[in-house]
């Protein structure tokens, strides 16, 4: 059998609630102690209770703070490059499926949400160019 984490991170919302993991009972039954309650947002730990937290424990929560961070940050850019395909795939579904009523359902909101985007867009990149930011793009090459 694989030997279990010394803790267990459940993911909530904003973070997570930390439980350190113990197996050192005579049935050999996995216990689940909450230790504190992480919020990645905010950087905030609190320890549940009345209990203290050692240093370790502070530097394990620390580092899964950092990882998650991390992975949260992948999925929102990969959340914005599957945006781009249904976009994609949205085009064509208008130029070739779509009913009338299909794209009276859709367009005003369709539209809308678009020249949203793209006001921010236009506004964001402005705001770099002003500022310097000559950081290539995908669509650009390095000079």
């Not at 996995?30 to 950087?43: D, Y």
């Not at 009345?50 to 394990?60: Q, V």
């Not at 945006?83 to 085009?91: E, K, P, S």
Request: net charge negative.
């Amino acid at each position: 059998m694989t030997e279990l984490p010394e803790y267990y991170f459940r993911i909530r919302e904003n973070g997570a609630a930390v439980f350190r993991i113990s197996t050192d009972n005579r049935q050999r039954r996995i216990e689940m102690e909450e230790i504190a309650i992480v919020n990645i947002r905010n950087g905030n730990i609190r320890p549940h209770g009345e209990r203290a937290l050692s240093d370790d424990e502070t530097a394990i929560i620390e580092e899964w703070s950092i990882a998650r961070r991390a992975v949260l940050a992948e999925r929102d850019i990969d959340d914005i490059h599957r945006a781009i395909d249904h976009l994609n795939l949205t085009t064509h579904w208008v130029q070739s499926r779509a009913s009338d009523a299909d794209l009276e359902d859709v367009t005003d909101r369709l539209l809308l949400a678009m020249h949203d985007l793209r006001s921010v867009l236009v506004r964001k990149k402005a705001e770099r160019l002003n500022n310097g930011d000559t950081t290539p793009t995908a669509q650009q090459s390095p000079a």
